[in-house]
């Protein structure tokens, strides 16, 4: 069985045969689809705002579980570039510019549509779509490139739930509305979806499950290694503190699903000291790679997450390093 989560990528009746439709993915969903057993599952659309998303977590349990997971087209591709180093198999073109950093923005990907009783149809333009169509346009001669450019730009600038396609259009004068009228647009989100659809139909029958040794509880942690005298050092509590921040980070990653590379893990040998013993210095070299993870991919742990540069500059203020208005 192949599961697929579809909903305003692409009409379910241009699905191909053989795929089990569900509804956009919400938080929890990949779980269910899980005990249906299937071979592959195709994450294509997601609830993103209305509802919990997704988890990265649920995912990796599938794979774990020895079931292949594609992802591509909408909140499929998001999750497939976070995922993609740790077994998801991304698909498309706008999975690949969130893998390579040309889009960034989870938006991007975010459009309005309608319920399951209106086939999820989709009521405004993806911003995916508009940067597609434009570069498409230019290739058939529809636009120029300077008119390409004002077309990206002046969608960019339009909510995404009043983003329609004469709302983009505006911008162009009425021959070239014109024109554009008489083309066929291309939809980059319903091809994508296509593709994700296709790949996961040539899965493999499903793989042994892999076995994962959970971490112990914070209880037995703290039976095992109490502070003692520690607490009478002066720098106890910066100690503490520090220690906290990077175990909450870490335990947040492993909330959220993210699993540090063996090679991540190995980076951090440096900053472990070499006397301690093993399994508590792999411990540690985990929690610092989940740190780092965290840490680079700030920008899209959370909704408008914060950029390095944000914090480089809040934490100089902090240190009173600077004063006054900064320039960003």
Known sequence: MIVAFLG???PAAQA???VTLLPPARQGDVWRAMLRQPRAIALIDGVFESQPS???HEILDALDAGIAVYGGASMGALRAAEL???GMIGVGRIFRWYRDGEVIDDAEVALLHGDEDHGYRPLTVPFVNVRWAAREAVRARILDS???RALVRHSQEIFYQERTWPAVLDVLPPPVRQRWARWTVPDLKAADAREV???ALRAGPRRAPALRQPAPSSLVRRRRAPAGELWSRADA????DAGLRRALLAGWARESGLRPMPAEIEAMRGAVPADLEPDVALRLCEELALERLVLDHSARMLNDGPSADEALIS????RGLISGPTKI
């Open 197 to 199: 659809l296709r790949s």
């Open 84 to 86: 993609h180093a740790r």
């Open 16 to 18: 191909p045969r053989g």
């Open 54 to 56: 997704v988890w990265h």
């Open 8 to 10: 305003p990528s692409l």
């Open 237 to 240: 509590r910066d100690l503490a």
């Open 146 to 148: 300077r008119q390409a």
């Open 315 to 318: 934490e100089a203020r902090l």
